[in-house]
């Protein structure tokens, strides 16, 4: 059923060889005569990479310094038709809007002094990382904020500029660009005048996006560059438990079919406590994590206490004067000086 | 005969308003279907609009300037297109209109909040604090009143009043919102549902004019006939009563305080006398079309008696029914001895206004959709009723006040105005407000058709058991206030 789709799209975009039709997208490596296997090996080389720097915890920034993940990106640019079927692969990262939009809104509404009726976020400047295909940068627009949209994915990016292409409002302030964060904020390297080259920015929206990265902390770092001082970060994702396994791999992937297979690797959750810490020391202060359920009957979203499965979580850059003092929660800040 | 056929429609409209949650499942989404689709890349030349409403009769300006004003759609492009011309009232005219309306409390708390209220009672307008609804048939009656007669009930309003309020609260708005007359529409062009790359998203108007605008959400507020629901195939349960109903202006024989609104259930149809002014009251007697074109025919003076003795005489009541009326009327008091009001008649009338009288056909619809993408019913539109309660327009204005907060809440979370989600809601709110509604009117209207013994009887034991329980015509009057 869904393979079968794939198999048509994969066909269809690519021009590939088909060998077989069937199978979970895990086998990819024998579907074509493209080298899967390849990319698969990389793909397990940076997770254990990834986790093993992660797991020692010694703050050592790991020796990838890109976060992408070369497979993650084969696999949405396939999907990319898709983004704005309501009621197709990515259904519930619609219905997610309805808590998303509200989050980031009115937190940032909180820290805004004038009030503009009709457009609540106009003059702000906001980057949505893994845009893919501007489901939550348009909505942003159309709320006033200037929106830059980024995904490696180039099928996403030109299915989100089509999108906006016939919307008035959306051509002025909305735009994409087919590029990774580390290339936006210049390499990935720290800089004394965050000024050059790197435009600032008032918050970054990073939606369902850590649990497909490589590296958290040059996304951490990246982040950090991108925004002024005092900018908001926000970010949902899922949590690292058990529950999470069952109910966003096994039932929500594999039994109820809410989200394409294989676009979820357990490996990759993770946990407030430890996004947090993460975030901390890289000069951010988080001020709240909030959890989210999804209810498949009814399609909808709702907010919850329990942040097990997935959360949102929205911190604040550091004046930059705290971020090169010492840390308050507690070492581990060698990474900010190369 | 064919209402079983309509049934199965009603149902569903029915159904889908108990069932239908916030995200419907992909198959209900896809049979709201489109018609045609548009292909063309010359988008940039044609203005695109946020919300263009077609129909700038009460419902549909109220409509225009509910969302001008609300604070979240600040600075969004809204268009009327209204096919007459503007109604402009600079001085109130002396003569009294025939078309009225009856507001309700409901009603005039919207108009009041988008200031056109003011308007209204600056101009002309006629409270009401009782109403009296009796059978020609038997001797029972039920009143409708607030409690010691303080708060009004509801108020008797002229349509030309009503539309030239708001016209002149359109004038007075920002530039975002325009008003476009004597545009006629002559074509609809539906936008595919599923976003295709190189089609316009967006419905398209063309107007007799040669014009093509587009909007991002469509309002259809063009009254029973809708083209915007015709065009969409939208399948409407509809039949027409075998009624017209007959519209004068009545001179009464005296002054007096006229605060009360009158309505008698004759075999051939309801008449009702509404209070327009001291002097005057408003006449709506709906009847069978052979008899509404005998009353056009009269001179003044016999269509001055007709009213009358419809009003006044017995001639309908068998002893039958009297005594049997009177064993009801005695075991109910007997039960709830307090409740229960006298008979009073309506005020005598003398004359009739200078306005010739009119007629108009009645008849009964309901859409059994109200919304599809992008495209959003308002109005008679969506629902016709039997002039009896004096519902209709206070229906449309209860979807103007549902429709407006929900494209409020959505563009406040930065939605798509068109998009299918908060249509969806509005329609599932307004169907289950309306569709009891229409239900109970129609019920009324059957019932009280006929001069045969059971259901006279059965409509007498319910009047009067109605007007011993003031609960439940309190329950009554209050829905009917929303």
Redo the contacts between chains.
Sequence with gaps: MYSNKLGRLMFGLKGLKVTSACGAFERAAARSGFSWAAVCKQRTLWQQRSACARMHQTGVRSAVHTTVDHGEVKRFQLLANKW????GEF?ALH?M??LR??FV?DNLLNAQRERH????LAGLRILDVGCGGGLLS??????GATVLGIDPVEDSVRIAQ??AA???DLRDRVSYQACTLEELSGEGEPQQQPEQGVTQFDAVVASEVVEHLADLDTFAICCSHVLKPGGSLFITTLNKTNLSYALAIVVAEQLLHIVPRGTHDWEKFISPVELERLLESNGFLVQSVQGMLYNP????WSWTNNTEINYALHAVKQDDEAQDGSSPSGGHNEATNS | MHKFTKAPLVLNGLGRCLIT???L??VN?IRRGLVCSENRTD?SKTE?YDVIISGGGMVGSAMACSLGMD??????KILLLEAGHKKVMDRVPDTYSTRVSSISPGSATLLSGIGAWEQITRMRCKPYKRMQVWDACSDALITFDKEDLLDEMAYIVENDIVVAAITRQLDAMPENVQVKYKSKVVKYTWPMP??A?ES???VKVTLANGETLQA?LLIGADGPNSMVRQKLGIPTVKWNYDQSAVVAVLHLSEPTENNVAWQRFLPTGPIAMLPLSDTKSSLVWSTSHHLAEELLELDEESFVDAINSAFWSNENQSDLIETAGALFRGALSAIMPSAGSPRQLPPSVAGIGPKSRVMFPLGVGHASEYIRHRVALIGDAAHRVHPLAGQGVNLGFGDVACLTHLLSQA??????LGA?QHLLEYETERQRHNLPMMTAIDLMKRLYSTNAAPAVLLRTFGLQATNMLPTLKEQIMAYASK
Excluded: Y
């Excluded at chain 1, 009957?297 to 909808?300: D, V």
């Excluded at chain 2, 604070?71 to 969004?76: D, I, R, V, W």
């Design positions: 704005w079927d309501e009621e259904a219905a809007n309805d939009v509200p809104r009726p009709g457009q609540p348009e909505p942003l627009g159309r709320l089509l999108h016939h919307d008035p009957i009814s399609g909808a | 949650e916030k995200h499942p992909a989404i988008s695109v604070p979240n759609l600040a600075g969004k599923h976003h790359a316009i998203p967006w991002k563009a406040f979370n930065g939605k798509d299918i």
